[in-house]
Nanobody, 124 residues
Framework: QVQLVESGGGLVQSGGSLRLSCAAS????????LGWFRQAPGKEREFVSR????????DYADSVKSRFLISRDNAKNTVYLQMNSLKPEDTDVYFC?????????????????WGQGTQVTVSS
């Protein structure tokens, strides 16, 4: 079992930045690939980014590529999502998720472990 807790969400103006954190506990953090997803009310959960267990591989949705940066610190059991040049359409609840396998990983159903989410609101 892996427990995940997100933090760092909030209200920011368009063009601003936020850094989300996801702290993990339970199993060996460095064995897990981590993903960030986002979801608006009434919409499907959307892939944002993912990172391999070692941190050497990353992947981004086209909508956030060049604006968001995912990283992890295995010594701190934490994964980060640095979000820059934020747009109103980035407004969502952001979730982190964990899985043991790197391949695939762009779909929520592939992840057995989830955090509770943190709200990000970007005002225009």
């Amino acid at each position: 079992q892996v427990q995940l807790v997100e933090s760092g969400g909030g209200l920011v103006q368009s063009g601003g930045s936020l850094r989300l954190s996801c702290a993990a506990s339970g199993r060996t953090f460095s064995n897990y690939a981590l993903g960030w997803f986002r979801q608006a009310p009434g919409k499907e959960r959307e892939f944002v980014s993912r990172i391999s267990p070692s941190g050497s591989l990353t992947d981004y949705a086209d909508s956030v590529k060049s604006r968001f940066l995912i990283s992890r610190d295995n010594a701190k059991n934490t994964v980060y999502l640095q979000m820059n040049s934020l747009k109103p359409e980035d407004t969502d609840v952001y979730f982190c998720a964990a899985r043991r396998v790197w391949s695939g990983g762009r779909y929520g159903h592939e992840y057995p472990y989830w955090g509770q989410g943190t709200q990000v609101t970007v005002s225009s």
